[in-house]
């Protein structure tokens, strides 16, 4: 027989069902409602309780369906999605063990939006908010997962969210043509030094600079370019290194595989590293180690990117620092993505030609970024490398 037990926690009085459920471990299942009148409403209606359906199979507390979404994301990807990348699914674990420790009030079925505001004060005052941002945003994903399931009946979590501004609010920095000829000047001064070990190093890292102004790929998707993904016209990306940087993976997303076309200059310098001078190696690689293995985009970064920085005189000095002066390099890697993105821009390149470009799975992602230099008129001609501007004139 169905009974009501009166109910007084930190969000007030509620009203909790009991009635008999044989799926149920117990014997019972439990419905909790903000007023007795809806809780004897419930409990009269034998053809209500008798047919609901608390939980999907074995999902009972918040631990169940976090470990339930885990498995989908592992093994099926969610919402017909592909599987996460192990190093993805890492950062998947971490956020679901914040959230599985905090002291649920209830079963999952029974939580409300008001259960859901307390997690958020919790997460608020014990993490960062950044971190509490995104534990939130899993916890969504979890529940959206769980309303599609037939766990749950609506999104408990909707609208409760914490507010913040976008990692792109903040100015990127674009280089400049003329330091990006500065840039490639330097590399070409550095393959044609008269010391063997810096010659022999730039004959790799020039060819890589070449592509990264002129493609805008990722850092992770150009050191691990296949020569097979070169073609007559440009390169397809359709592989990158994985977060952790341990093995090759797909792109980030489906949207990261794409073609783009590449100034003859530059092609004709990758082709000729990978074909003629590039290591032997399993995995086809353009630009591979003397160990036939990838490089690491930080040894990239520090011995080949900053270095071409400092030589081009693209510094900035630091005052501040301990020593009393300090110089350090003007750009990063990644900033090559964003002149590569502004060049196509100033050439009024349609924005949706930019998004596929760019890899970029939402169009929002393109505009966040670039939209304060967006101009809308459309483009003549979108098959002109950058490196080929670079050289008019």
Known sequence: MADIRKRIGKNGTTYQVRYPCPSAKSGYAFKTFRTMKEARAFRENAHAWKESRPVYGAIKTVQDGLQKWLDICEKEGRGGRDPVTHYTLKGYRYRAEIIASYDWPDFLPNLRAPDVVEFRSWLLRNYSRDQARKVLSYFHSMVIEMVNRGVLDHNIASGVRVATTSRYDKPIRIPTVEEVRALLSAADRLANSKNAQIARSWARYRPMLYLAADS??????????????????????????????????????????????????????????????????????????STGKWQSTKNWRRRGFQVACLEAGLIDSDADASDGSEDRPKFKPYDLRHFYASMLIDRKVNLKRIQKLMGHADIQTTLNVYGHIIDKDEDIDNNIGIISILHEN
Do not use: C
Request: aromatic letters at 8%; glycine letters at 8%; a neutral charge.
């Open 216 to 289: 805008g790929m990722r850092p992770q998707e150009y050191v691990v370019l296949p020569r097979f993904n070169l073609s007559d016209r440009g390169v397809m990306v359709d592989r990158a290194l994985d977060a952790g940087g341990a093995k090759i993976s797909v792109t980030k997303t489906p949207a990261g595989r794409r073609f783009i076309d590449l100034s003859p200059e530059t092609l004709d310098m990758v082709r000729h590293y990978g074909e003629k001078i590039a290591w032997p190696n399993d995995h086809d690689l353009v630009f591979p180690t």
